[in-house]
């Protein structure tokens, strides 16, 4: 992937620029948002807060690690869609990790933002942060990465807005997110397109 010079957008290649000297044979995807020439990455963030109440929790008192996974994929389908503005389904999920509980009356700080897109799915990465809400610290329990995959309201596929990097960071987050796809496709024995 060629990195721009800092200050300078790029976005990434837009399947029609490829070439290609064979008639496709699936029928032609739509664009999600035909109007859209890109999405900056700044403007795919999504953000969710949450106290730990009773019911979110197991006996311990601590968070149950699959309510934590559910607002995880809000969140990051909020992000999805922010970025390609059409329905999305959750393709993949990769390993996530807890590395510390969080409290029932403790805060759960989602942040979510789009890290790479291809034709019609979008890589979202999320980070769970908890929150005392009476000291003010912050611990980091969890990073995720989801896979969403967009739709129009028939179900069929819709190629998303390319994203538009505005800085080394989105470009970073990019270019790792393009090799986490390859080793992600690689373990679901399917080919990358
Ligand atoms: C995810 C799903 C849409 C993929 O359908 P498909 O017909 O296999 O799709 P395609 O082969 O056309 O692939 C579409 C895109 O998804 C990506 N994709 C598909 N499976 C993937 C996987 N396991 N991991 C990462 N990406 C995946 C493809 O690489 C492709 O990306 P691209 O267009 O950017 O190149 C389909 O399997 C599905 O609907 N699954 C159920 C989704 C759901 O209900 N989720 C809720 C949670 S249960």
Same mark, same amino acid.
Request: hydrophobic content about 35%; aromatic content about 0%.
């Given at each position: 992937m060629s990195i721009d010079p800092p200050g300078e957008p790029s976005v990434n290649p837009s399947p029609s620029e490829q070439p290609h000297s064979m008639a496709p044979l699936q029928p032609p995807i739509e664009d *999600? *948002? /035909? =109007? =859209? /020439?890109g999405r900056r990455a700044s403007e795919t963030e999504a953000e969710q807060h949450h106290i730990v109440m009773p019911n979110d929790a197991n006996p311990l008192g601590t968070v149950f690690g699959g309510r934590v996974m559910e607002w995880v994929d809000i969140v990051g389908a909020i992000s999805a869609q922010r970025h390609c503005r059409a329905p999305v389904v959750l393709a993949a999920l990769d390993d996530m990790q807890f590395l510390h509980p969080i409290m029932v009356g403790h805060i759960a700080v989602l942040k979510a933002r789009v890290n790479w897109v291809g034709n019609t799915s979008i890589e979202v990465g999320v980070k769970v942060t908890s929150e005392n809400p009476l000291t003010g610290e912050l611990r980091q329990t969890s990073k995720a990465y989801l896979t969403y995959v967009a739709r129009n309201e028939e179900g069929r596929a819709v190629r998303v807005p390319r994203l538009i990097l505005e800085t080394d960071e989105d470009r970073r987050r990019f270019a790792d997110g393009a090799e986490r796809r390859r080793e992600r496709l690689r373990r679901a024995g399917r080919e990358e397109t």
């Open positions: *999600a *948002a /035909p =109007e =859209e /020439p």
